[in-house]
């Protein structure tokens, strides 16, 4: 019998991971925090992924049984409750993978986990929740996979299911990658409302993601991180190309009134400019405009 996976953030992302192991044979839990969404999952009890049935099982996560393989799925802005509410939970050895959007929760994971085994992970999937636990895999992606210290064996077989897996050698410059595409689209398409395709062909908006890109590039290189062949802003461009009809996380966030990632995106990069003593004022600029957001979301949800 395959070792259990309990999945901590059952979004989108964290349903689709969860059919994918079921699909390789494992048993998975997800991991629910509050008593609504586990009725909501019980009236169900499968995932519901291209009109087929996922057998999954689901529990609230101050349940008292062993935690031995942990996939973090939640958002980023959220990894430190969810993370606390199973903590007591977690065996020694516990294997844990991050699979999360920004940087800065992985190592704070880590950090909190001195004795497992952590894993990071990145992935291009496009997965939407047309109704609760029913999933629409709208756009077939890469998870890659790695640990930034040593190669897990137990990551290789997670390669054999329907999703496509590669192992990383260099899990933290893929983090990155992704890191300074978010910092160039995401805040830009939220403060301005817009799809992605909107950057590459409103001129003032180009300039500033111009702007941002040279200093995430700057950052970047103070942390010892060569980001791409060419300038950062040509492979910004051409992901706003190709994703020219999305909408970003971002936008989303922002036009749903949640809270966004900002803080593990243009945070975490204004973050490392000020320990390298860099100045980051398009950035900063962005991260202030967001942070604002934020306030006025959380105004109202009062
Ligand atoms: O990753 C993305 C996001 O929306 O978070 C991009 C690449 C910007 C695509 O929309």
């Given at each position: 019998m395959k070792q259990r996976w309990h999945i901590l953030g059952a979004g989108s992302i964290g349903c689709l991971w969860a059919c994918n192991l079921v699909s390789m044979g494992y048993p998975v839990t997800l991991l629910l925090r509050n008593p609504e969404k586990l009725d909501i999952f019980n009236s169900t009890g499968a995932i519901t992924l291209a009109e087929k049935r996922y057998s999954v099982s689901a529990e609230l996560t101050d349940t008292s049984t062993d935690i031995d393989q942990l996939l973090i799925t939640t958002k980023s802005t959220d990894t430190a409750t969810a993370l606390q509410s199973i903590k007591k939970r977690l065996s020694k050895s516990v294997k844990v993978i991050v699979l999360q959007n920004g940087l800065g929760s992985q190592e704070w994971v880590k950090d909190q986990l001195p004795n497992a085994e952590v894993a990071w992970a990145s992935t291009t999937d496009g997965v939407w929740t047309k109704t609760p636990f029913n999933l629409v895999h709208a756009g077939q992606g890469i998870t890659r996979i790695g640990s930034p210290i040593t190669a897990y064996a137990?990551?290789?077989?997670?390669?054999?299911?329907f999703l496509k897996v590669e192992q990383d050698e260099d899990i933290a410059l893929t983090l990155w990658r992704k890191l300074a595409i978010n910092c160039a689209i995401n805040p830009l398409t939220a403060v301005?409302?817009?799809?992605?395709g909107e950057l590459i062909n409103n001129p003032d908006y180009l300039a500033t993601m111009a702007a941002v890109c040279k200093e995430v590039e700057l950052v970047a290189e103070s942390e010892g991180i060569e980001l791409?062949?060419?300038?950062l802003i040509e492979q910004a461009c051409h992901v706003a190309e190709l994703t020219a009809e999305n909408y970003s996380s971002m936008m989303q966030d922002i036009q749903h009134q949640r809270i966004t990632e900002i803080s593990h995106i243009t945070g975490y990069l204004c973050e490392r400019a000020k320990q390298n003593r860099l100045h980051t004022p398009t950035n900063d600029h962005y991260l202030r405009k967001i942070k604002k957001l934020h306030e006025s979301i959380k105004t109202s949800a009062h």
């Open positions: 137990w990551l290789a077989p997670l390669e054999n299911g301005y409302q817009c799809k992605n791409f062949d060419g300038p």
